[in-house]
């Protein structure tokens, strides 16, 4: 028994943000019950994806920041054949070409992206001075440009910005002077029109039109927003409780399990059930920003910094297009929501931070 306790000390863990985590498996486990319908089929798959991600999350956790450093150019080449393979032949859902099917098990490459975009700017900066010249700043953004347009084109507009946003973050918390971030903000504002018109599919256009107006659509593209603000304004202050959402049982809200489960949660806990989530997330993400602050060597500040970086923007454009502040893009609760490749991607990337935090004495200041 003793081997045992000694042996599971060893073992690298961080366990405030392993306890955070849990809490938010913990309130994704509960809605997966709810939004099914009060279904343990759906929470029972919930949870073996939370068995699967811890496990790959103790894995991570174990390897050393050097490994990670010398894997980012090979895993970051193996993310962009799969994307490619997938815009040839991947597997159609929904109008989107965004799966590998493999028989029993199919994936999004495009989550991959999440983690290999960020190793790689990280690896790629982190070998350079810093704060970046403009050849490097140029270099990271075609790293990250070439993915986010493999993944546009599936199209996968949400995991897309996704993308673009954990390659920025690295390259802003690198350095990039506000300058040059002013020169990016104006070529993304210039490029808005050309953007609009020749870069966006007709439903996408829809989707921008219905956030500034969602009654011009009310039953078509109109109606997720519509029925979502109703559930979580319904919900009041303390909410209607657990398995109590009327919105959520009558089936008047779509895709309730997957993009729209904080719907779900602020009908049935209300106002202060929705604080406490959101204090959850703030904890979680200052934790991991500290854990990326505290790392000895430049690669790991900024890998850990981006991963960081992409969760909150993660967190915000979800909770955000659910309460209808910003256009519906397809983007999952964090850890909360349902399904699996999220899951495992973003356990593997907290897998990451935990090895950073525990390698960091071991290299040099």
């Known amino acids: 028994m003793s ?15 392993l306890v955070g985590l849990l809490g938010l498996c913990s309130v994704g486990l509960m809605l997966a019950y709810s939004a099914g319908g009060e279904s343990l089929p759906a929470a029972r798959s919930q949870g073996i994806r939370v068995g699967i991600g811890l496990l790959l999350l103790l894995v991570a956790a174990q390897v050393p920041v050097g490994w990670l450093q010398r894997l980012a150019a090979p895993f970051y080449l193996l993310t962009i054949i799969l994307l490619i393979v997938v815009d040839a032949i991947g597997a159609i859902g929904h109008g989107a070409q965004r799966w590998l099917d493999l028989g029993p098990l199919r994936f999004q490459p495009s989550e991959l992206a999440k983690l290999a975009v960020p190793m790689m700017a990280a690896r790629y900066l982190s070998d350079r001075a810093l704060p970046p010249t403009a050849r490097d700043v140029v270099a990271s ?17 949400g995991t897309s910005l996704l993308v673009a946003a954990a390659g920025l973050s690295v390259l802003f918390l690198a350095g990039l002077s506000w300058r040059v971030i002013g020169l990016f ?7 808005a029109p050309l953007m609009w018109l020749y870069g966006m599919h007709d439903y996408q256009r829809q989707r921008v039109l219905t956030l500034f107006d969602p009654q011009r659509d009310p039953l078509g593209t109109g109606y997720h927003i519509i029925q979502s603000t109703i559930a ?25 399990a997957t993009d729209f489960v904080f719907a779900v949660f602020g009908e049935e806990f209300g106002l202060l059930g929705a604080i406490g989530l959101l ?17 000895s060597d430049g690669f790991g500040r900024l890998l850990g910094g981006g991963l960081m970086s992409t ?16 256009p519906v893009v397809g983007v999952p609760l964090p850890l909360v929501s349902y399904g699996g490749t999220s899951m ?5 990337g907290f897998g990451m931070l935990m090895g950073i935090r525990a390698h960091r004495k071991l290299w040099p200041a």
């Open 232 to 256: 979580i304004g319904s919900g009041g202050f303390y909410g209607k409780g657990w398995l109590e959402g009327t919105q959520t049982r009558l089936q008047f809200l779509p895709e309730s």
């Open 344 to 348: 495992v991607t973003l356990m593997l």
């Open 279 to 295: 204090l959850l997330y703030g904890f979680i993400i200052g934790r991991g920003m500290n854990i990326a602050m505290q790392a």
């Open 311 to 326: 969760f909150f923007v993660y967190v915000v454009v979800n909770i955000g297009m659910v309460s209808g502040v910003l």
């Open 3 to 17: 081997d045992w306790i000694t042996a599971w000390r060893r073992v690298n863990v961080d366990w405030a943000l």
């Open 185 to 191: 903000t104006g070529l993304a504002a210039a490029a």
């Open 141 to 157: 953004a075609a790293l990250a440009l070439l993915p986010v347009l493999l993944i546009a084109a599936q199209p996968d507009l």
